[in-house]
């Protein structure tokens, strides 16, 4: 079950070629787009987006959606930002754990409330996030942390050159490794697979459903914190509104990478090519002076094809992230199977 059938596999094959001829096409009018400095450069600036999609893509499977993690990101980037204000000693060990404990407890809370009250994953999500949002308010006092206010290591992490390659390629590459040896290899990301794909089935064959949705919530959480302090170090900023919005890039670049909404089907591979697609967009758009403006025009007519491309190739009913986890109410009752 975890891995993808032809139509899909033949979908991840055009979408890469599709990639090619969009280099390709920008590279005959602008050379300097096809060299190396340029391809690490929107890999670079893709890096974070690639650890977002890996959480984003583990609920998505599960047929729930994270509408919080551009507001859990930022809101861990600012708690990091102030510890780092006072304390100027702090570790940046210490400061990747804080940042990792915080999203995923801010993960595990969406997840615990959508398994604790059987609530649908987008009602919650868009409730904490608002929720987040507005703690930053609260915490900062509605004020910036700018740049001579940063904390050296938190500025210094994104900047590191490690092997000759920008440190935030490793921990992209991490998240990347990290999600494909969780569903690819462990009994945890198969029973991800199975629960979207038919939750009532996946209770009866005694998959610890509860369990499994708290696991992705909070592993998402978890990626969304990392995040967060890789933002903020690579902006040398936080406020209020910081990555405001970009939770729907997130969820573009899984649509567009083939992760179905429907739960059940998707790629860390293809997942990755979304990435990618994004970058290659957002690179290509400058460089051929179009308007900035074009770039989420494009993005939305993007994610309609790949919704529909999605829809065509699953061709199943009921799978919106919009309806209850039914599983989960199959796990409650009185016969049903333990959670």
């Not at 991490?174 to 040896?181: N, V």
């Not at 910081?242 to 059940?264: D, P, R, Y």
Request: positive net charge; proline residues 4%; glycine residues 12%.
């Amino acid at each position: 079950m975890t891995r993808p059938n032809l139509p899909h596999l033949r979908r991840e094959w055009i979408l890469l070629a599709i990639i090619l001829v969009i280099a390709l096409a920008v590279g005959a009018r602008a050379p300097v787009f096809l060299t190396v400095r340029n391809a690490l450069d929107i890999a670079n600036d893709s890096a974070i987006l690639a650890i977002l999609v890996i959480g984003q893509m583990l609920v998505l499977l599960t047929r729930g959606v994270d509408l919080s993690v551009a507001s859990n990101l930022a809101l861990t980037g600012m708690l990091c930002a102030l510890a780092g204000r006072a304390w100027p000693g702090i570790p940046l060990v210490a400061l990747l754990a804080m940042a990792a404990g915080i999203g995923a407890l801010l993960g595990a809370v969406n997840g615990w409330l959508i398994v604790r009250f059987n609530l649908p994953a987008i009602v919650v999500t868009l409730g904490t996030m608002s929720a987040y949002r507005g703690a930053i308010f609260v915490v900062s006092g509605g004020a910036w942390i700018s740049d001579h206010e940063i904390h050296p290591l938190i500025k210094g992490l994104p900047r590191e050159t490690w092997a000759g390659l920008p440190a935030l390629l490793w921990f992209a590459a991490a998240a990347l490794l990290f999600g494909a040896w969780l569903l690819r290899w462990r009994r945890e990301g198969r029973e991800l697979y199975a629960f979207g794909g038919h939750p009532s089935a996946a209770v009866y064959a005694g998959i610890p459903v509860q369990r499994r949705l708290l696991m992705a919530y909070t592993l998402s959480g978890l990626l969304a914190g990392i995040a967060g302090l890789l933002w903020v170090g690579r902006y040398s900023i936080a406020f209020t509104e910081l990555a405001s919005g970009f939770e729907l890039t997130v969820i573009a670049a899984c649509v567009i990478g083939g992760v179905s909404i429907g739960g059940g089907v998707g790629t860390v591979g293809g997942a990755l090519l979304g990435v990618l697609f994004i970058g290659v967009v957002n690179g290509a758009l400058p460089v051929i002076q179009v308007s900035p403006f074009w770039q989420q025009a494009i993005a939305g007519a993007v994610i309609l094809v790949s919704v529909a491309l999605n829809a065509g190739t699953q061709r199943q009913r009921g799978r919106q992230i919009l309806e209850r986890h039914d599983a989960a109410r199959v796990a409650t009752a009185p016969h049903g199977a333990r959670a």
